[in-house]
């Protein structure tokens, strides 16, 4: 079997920069937060993961087993993500690194859009995409607020500029802490060659003196599918 190209030590130190100067940009939106005393939300319940035979653990795909990955498509911007689990179904807007070099949020005042990290993967191209969307605003929830009710085995649904759906299936449902963040195991892909997704959002507990949440929730699924819109 043919031994899989290794990364160097500076391709590897230039991922681990880049990753976790986007992990810092979603934990920078609680402090745009006007209200100092939002109610926190409920945190998540611990990681969902999928053994190496692929069988679900855990809320719906509990006793199943996954679909295989279809090979990763063409890269195209993504229009619009469907996640049935969370009630969202929400256009999606590239965002790129704000003035703060941190990953630019969707705006405060339209909660209801999700943002793709355009200089990342395109959602169903080979690589790990990121979509991010707030949990809550000063004025109320947002467009993840239901987000912590996906469970493996949901689908997730994000529609493409080409014209097609790229399906893919949720294999992990974790939370990231603020302390002992290791953007490796968060953000890298969890089987090399594969087009996968993230969805992120806050989660834990709402700190006051900081102004922002201490966690994040990270869903991550697989390219299953693709049809056309």
């Given at each position: ?130 979509l991010v969307g707030h949990l809550d605003t000063d004025t109320g929830t947002a467009v993840f607020h239901r987000l912590p009710s ?7 649904r994000v529609a493409r500029a080409d014209g097609t759906v790229a399906e893919f299936t949720v294999e992990e449902v974790a939370t ?54």
């Amino acid at each position: 079997m043919a031994r899989e190209p290794r990364t160097s030590a500076g391709g590897r130190l230039v991922a681990l920069v880049v990753w976790t100067v986007l992990l810092l940009g979603v934990w920078w939106w609680g402090r745009e937060l006007t209200d100092p005393t939002p109610a926190p939300s409920p945190a998540p319940p611990a990681v969902s993961a999928v053994p190496p035979d692929g069988s679900a653990r855990g809320g719906a795909g509990m006793g199943r087993a996954l679909p295989p990955a279809r090979e990763p498509l063409p890269g195209s911007e993504p229009r619009r993500v469907e996640v049935e689990a969370a009630g969202v179904d929400a256009r999606v807007v590239a965002r790129g690194l704000d003035g703060h070099g941190a990953v630019e949020p969707p705006p405060m005042t339209e909660p209801d859009l999700v943002g793709w990290y355009e200089d990342g993967a395109a959602p169903g191209a080979e690589g790990v995409a990121v979509l991010v969307g707030h949990l809550d605003t000063d004025t109320g929830t947002a467009v993840f607020h239901r987000l912590p009710s996906v469970r493996p085995d949901d689908r997730v649904r994000v529609a493409r500029a080409d014209g097609t759906v790229a399906e893919f299936t949720v294999e992990e449902v974790a939370t990231a802490e603020r302390e002992g963040f290791d953007p490796d195991e968060v953000y890298g892909p969890r089987r090399p060659g594969r087009a996968e997704l993230r969805l992120i959002t806050c989660t834990g507990e709402f700190d006051r003196e900081d102004g922002s949440y201490t966690a994040n929730l990270v869903v991550s699924a697989y390219l299953t599918g693709v049809r056309p819109a």
